[in-house]
């Protein structure tokens, strides 16, 4: 919710500290809530001092304040709640998933109306099985008969000698080149962060090259949403390269496409260093010869 990143295993220690002592007082051994979390956050709360001050402030509450605290009408603490809960829904990111392949959609409903009427647990379940069917259903159409060792990718040394070598090409200062190998789905976004991550200043234009990757699923395109909005505060340009047909038509179908612009989604190397090139304000530069396209844009717009 900050966008940074969540360190899953420190608060599992502190979760498991708290739930060993809090037997000692009589307490009953709990986790971490989302909508406290939630709330600290839209009210400004950036740092872990907010919740330790919302800690203490429930600590002063059960102390002193309880008796006080029981004359609050029931009605306001249930509008507090409904607000709360509205807030922490993120309804709008519910909606845009409707715009993501159909079984990425049967996943979402499914986890949705089983937490609803059954159990968290119980929809987390099914969610990961569905999940993981759906990813070998997918993985068995796009798998290509060799394997892939690396998921992600940030050279080109593999390919150092082939027509389509980045080494071969003249990459303008300003400008940052990332590549990625293999399917882009939930399990590979966590490498794709850290990566993007590494960039030390931002640069002008950040080109995504993306030829390898043939099919992408809905959390891949929030996460390149997400890249894409932090690329917009920090004044860089987005640029796709070599996007394939799956990748093309999910990105169309979630508004992502429009957002980038279809003039910084290009079908080459060559005409996305151009591109960035002319955001910079240089001269184009002629394709090497000889050249090898990747993905043919018009065929993949067809």
């Known amino acids: 919710m900050l966008g ?4 899953s295993n420190m608060e599992l220690v502190a979760q498991g500290i708290g ?3 809090s037997p000692l007082f009589s307490g009953i051994p709990a986790t971490g809530a989302i909508a406290r979390t939630a709330t600290n956050i839209k009210n400004g709360g950036r740092t872990p001092i907010a919740g330790i001050v919302h800690a203490l402030t429930l600590l002063l509450i059960m102390m002193f304040f309880g008796q006080y605290a029981a004359l ?6 249930a509008a507090i709640l409904i607000f709360v809960s509205y807030n922490m829904s993120e309804w709008h ?6 715009r993501s392949p159909k079984s990425d959609i049967t996943v979402l409903l499914a986890t949705f109306l089983l937490t609803v009427l059954i159990d968290l647990t119980v929809a987390i379940q099914a969610g990961v099985v569905l999940a993981a069917f759906l990813f070998m259903n997918r993985m068995s159409k796009v798998t290509q ?23 071969k090409r003249d990459v303008p200062p300003g400008v940052e080149v990332f590549e990625i190998y293999g399917p882009l789905f939930f399990g590979a976004i966590e490498q794709f962060k850290d990566a993007i991550r590494q960039l030390e200043k931002p640069p002008k234009v950040l080109i995504l090259r993306i030829r390898n ?6 959390t891949a395109l929030q996460a390149l949403e997400v890249e894409f909005k932090n690329a917009q505060k920090t004044g860089t340009i987005f640029v796709l390269s070599d996007v394939h047909t799956q990748p093309l038509y999910a990105m169309e179908q979630a508004g992502l496409l ?8 290009c079908g080459n190397i060559d ?7 002319a955001i910079l304000g240089l001269a184009p530069v002629e394709c090497p010869m000889p050249f090898v396209p990747t993905v043919a844009r018009e065929k993949a717009l067809v």
């Open 4 to 7: 940074t990143r969540h360190r």
């Open 19 to 21: 739930n060993i002592i």
């Open 72 to 77: 609050i009408p029931m009605p306001v603490l």
């Open 93 to 98: 990111a519910f909606v845009k998933l409707f």
């Open 145 to 167: 008969a060799n394997f892939i060792t690396k998921e992600l990718r940030q050279d080109d040394d593999e390919f150092e000698n082939g027509p389509n070598a980045i080494a």
């Open 213 to 218: 990757v043939l099919a992408v699923d809905a």
């Open 258 to 265: 429009k957002k980038i612009g279809e003039e910084n989604v």
């Open 271 to 277: 005409d996305a260093l151009n591109r960035a090139r």
